[in-house]
């Protein structure tokens, strides 16, 4: 079944544990990111990475950090989590960010509720 | 289920009904958007797009309004079931950055 799954599903953590939450996508898609959803404000963007090894910040982007070593993974790290970085995050991918308007639809994880205390 | 579903604008709708959910754009010169739905405790999942080219477009139960004048959308759901029941929240596209920018989301209560 091609999908983009994501672990942990729920974390919760302390502040200044590192930690880093997996995205792993089995349709060989180019284009991965990760987006953070919180009440009222939709899903904004925190990385994307366009192909292996090129990876760019979103909108919201710090406390992050992101790593595209291979063409299926691309984890979300954060070095050093805060309470303002509790949130639901979503990772997502598509087939490419250039080309036709199909190619540009995300396919999203489930997503991985994350506390930070 | 996830709290994504608070602090948004609310439609409840009769089995049956149709639905009109609307989402107001931003960015004039925005040339591609896509309609999600995520239903509690999962990911948002494509339901239909549009291109800026287009005012209208139909898929199985579901339609897509595009008003560039007033930059609105529109996706009308036809015969609203219990499955319908989710958070819905539209995407637009920014040619310019290659980039997508998402709706806060309504959220659709069937009732039976």
């Known amino acids: 079944e091609a999908q983009v799954t994501q672990n942990p599903r729920y974390l919760i953590t302390v502040t200044g544990k590192k930690l880093t939450v997996t995205c792993s996508q089995n349709m060989n898609h180019e284009y991965m990111s990760w987006y953070r959803q919180d009440p009222g404000l939709g899903l904004r963007q925190i990385y994307y990475s366009m192909n292996v090894e090129v990876t760019d910040k979103g909108d919201v982007p710090e406390g992050y950090k992101v790593s595209r070593k291979e063409k299926r993974n691309f984890p979300l790290i954060l070095e050093s989590p805060s309470p303002n970085q509790t949130s639901l995050y979503f990772c997502a991918s598509s087939r490419t960010r250039q080309g036709g308007a199909g190619a540009n639809v995300l396919t999203f994880g489930a997503g991985s509720r994350l506390t930070v205390l | 289920g996830e709290s994504v579903g608070l602090h948004l604008p609310t439609l409840s709708v009769q089995e049956g009904d149709n639905s009109i959910i609307n989402c107001a754009y931003s960015n004039s010169a925005s040339d591609y958007f896509i309609w999600y739905k995520q239903e509690s405790g999962k990911g948002p999942q494509f339901i239909i797009d549009?291109?800026?080219?287009?005012d209208k477009r139909q898929g199985q139960r579901v339609t897509v309004l595009l008003n560039k004048t007033v930059k609105h959308l529109s996706l009308q759901i036809a015969a609203t079931q219990p499955g319908d029941s989710a958070v819905y929240f539209c995407?637009?596209?920014?040619?310019?950055?290659?980039?997508?920018?998402f709706g806060s989301g309504t959220k659709l209560n069937v009732k039976p």
């Open positions: 995407a637009e596209k920014w040619d310019n950055f290659n980039k997508f920018y």
């Open positions: 549009i291109r800026s080219n287009m």
